[in-house]
């Protein structure tokens, strides 16, 4: 039979070794909800950028149409004002016959 001191000492040990193993495990599953709380934030990172690339691409979208827009509509001002010039001195002609002999 173990003396007191030996039974003591062995329940130490063992209190020890499952103290130890406790202490790992422990580790283990913080740095398994370490990992998942990193991929997490990767997850969210990448669908913050996915949103920001596809508003961008929005964004240029919606800008190039309305250059394109604003274009067409400096084109047809041009060319109302130069039908109304091209009138307004059709108008002020005298010789209409000769004026639009020369301007054909």
């Known amino acids: ?3 007191p001191r030996e039974m003591a000492m062995n329940e ?3 209190a020890k070794a499952e ?3 406790g202490e790992r ?3 283990r599953e913080g740095q398994v909800a370490a990992l998942k709380a990193i991929g997490e934030v990767h997850k969210e990172g990448n669908a913050i950028r996915d949103r920001m690339t596809k508003e961008l691409a929005r964004a240029t979208e ?3 149409k309305k250059a394109i827009w604003d274009a067409n509509e400096h084109h047809r001002a041009i060319n109302i004002s130069e039908k109304k010039a091209y009138r307004d001195s059709f108008d002020k002609v005298e010789d209409k016959e000769e004026w639009s ?3 054909a």
Do not use: G, S
């Open 101 to 103: 002999a020369a301007n």
């Open 1 to 3: 039979a173990m003396n």
């Open 62 to 64: 919606v800008a190039e």
């Open 25 to 27: 495990k422990a580790y």
């Open 19 to 21: 103290a130890d193993a």
């Open 12 to 14: 130490a040990a063992q």
